[in-house]
């Protein structure tokens, strides 16, 4: 608002013919509000933003009178009252998550920060875009004063919008067409075979595709990474991952993070953003004791059998089992070649074992285990199982006959030093 030589004139005359009271009047224009973005103004697809706007006053005072019998103004008429902004989206490809900022005052030759948070769409095609800043406020348009005592206020409303420019850069970024699984079982080692596309904006060169650990997942990556070269806009690329699975892990999907390591038009390296997929896992290959052995008497030898099945989802190759003998147990071969188990499949093992004689009559759990290799051919264990073997008394005919022996033995043995003693 301008004001003329002669309205500052008849003002100057009328202070000067007041009665003396101390008091302050300034002449202005009104505030004068602009807004910029703080920092870079650039962001990414998918990208969460935080937009920091500030917010500044850059009406100033044009004259300020210092008379008599002027009464003291409350607030300033270049000072925008009861400050609010509100960002909306324009036509950029985002999505705004904030409320309205109610700002206060703003003083001229001062500023504010006020924060926006919003969601940049994953697919936001690249370009330059203007995000509308409503601002609104108050200010005192004019003072009217009465006498010596008295004054009238006039404010005015404002709404006005400032265009924030941003730019959404160009980036490659990867999609996952297709997966597939091949001998992932908790504690092995298998493949993970994905068909990736490039669904940005610019072409990708020396790039590299990644795989990394999603939190606590248990896929866990063994080849981390992949150069594939040139990966233009919506090219397409077939890789294959060694990944290693936590022996923790269950029967189900874990999550597992994509990404891409290239340079752009420009040659700046840059990081795509992640991309998690959902894998599935297969539960650890596991053995169950399906068939147990015989039961064997106190004091005997004998070959006994146990059946074991793979009760996993992978192929246990080259399956070998142990029995772990002890006291009253012995035994001199203790394991047994199984070979390859499919699923559900099942061996018969066939160990031989001697019970001492001493041995009390029960049921005894012999602790037994399966060594076999993995689809890519390393070595596992399986759990620990329970073969239960029982152990019978000694037959009276074999007591008899045992008794028998010793007698003869002994009746032999005396005939034998006998004879001896004799011919000396």
């Known amino acids: ?6 309205a500052i004139l008849v003002i100057f005359i009328a202070l000067i013919s007041s009665p003396v009271m101390a008091g302050t009047k300034y002449l202005s224009g ?9 920092g870079t103004n650039e962001f990414s697809p998918g990208q969460d933003a935080v937009f920091k706007v500030n917010v500044e006053n850059r009406g100033l005072i044009d004259i300020k009178f210092v008379l008599s019998g002027i009464v003291e103004r409350d607030d300033l008429p270049n000072t925008a009252k009861l400050v609010r902004a509100t960002l909306l989206p324009g036509d950029a490809p985002l999505i705004v998550k904030s409320d309205p900022q109610l700002v206060g005052d703003i003083g001229g030759g001062k500023s504010v920060q006020v924060a926006f948070v919003a969601k940049i769409d994953e697919n936001a ?32 409303e404002v709404k006005e919008t400032i265009d924030l420019p941003i730019t959404i850069k160009p980036e490659a970024y990867v999609s996952v067409e297709s997966f597939s699984a091949e001998y992932l079982n908790a ?6 075979v994905m068909q990736l596309k490039n669904n940005g904006h610019v072409n990708a060169t020396s790039a590299i595709v990644k795989i990394a650990r999603n939190g606590n997942s248990p896929i866990i990556p063994t080849d981390s ?41 420009s040659g700046s390296q840059m990081s795509s953003k992640i991309t998690s ?24 030898k004998q070959v006994i059998e146990v059946t074991y099945q793979n009760m996993g989802s992978g192929i246990a190759f080259s399956a070998q089992s142990r029995i772990s003998a002890v006291d009253p147990f012995t035994s001199n071969d203790d394991t047994a070649f199984l070979g390859d188990l499919a699923p559900g499949e099942s061996a018969v093992a066939r160990y031989e074992v001697s019970v001492d004689n001493s041995a009390t009559p029960k049921e005894y ?5 399966i060594r076999y290799r993995d689809a890519l051919g390393n070595s596992q264990i399986s759990d620990t199982m329970k073969v239960k073997v029982t152990v019978e008394e000694t037959s009276p005919v074999m007591a008899i006959l045992l008794i028998s022996v010793l007698t003869v033995a002994v009746v032999a043995a005396g005939y034998y030093f006998l004879i001896l003693k004799r011919k000396k």
């Open 125 to 156: 095609p690249a370009g330059e875009y203007l995000l509308p800043l409503v601002i609104e406020y108050t200010y005192l348009r004019t003072a009217e004063q009465y006498g010596q005592d008295s004054i009238t206020y006039t404010y005015k």
């Open 187 to 192: 504690g092995n080692e298998g493949y993970l």
């Open 30 to 38: 009104g505030p004068e509000i602009t807004a910029a973005i703080a």
């Open 225 to 265: 990474s992949i150069y594939i070269g040139d990966f233009p806009i919506n090219g397409t690329v077939d890789t294959r991952f060694k990944v290693s699975i936590s022996s923790e892990a269950g029967n189900q999907s874990y999550p597992l993070d994509v990404f891409l390591v290239y340079n752009d038009e």
């Open 277 to 300: 997929i959902g894998v599935p896992v297969h539960g650890k290959i596991s053995f169950v004791v399906t068939g147990n052995p015989s039961p064997i008497r106190a004091g005997d």
């Open 365 to 369: 759990g012999l602790d037994s285990e």
């Open 1 to 6: 608002m301008k004001i003329t030589l002669l």
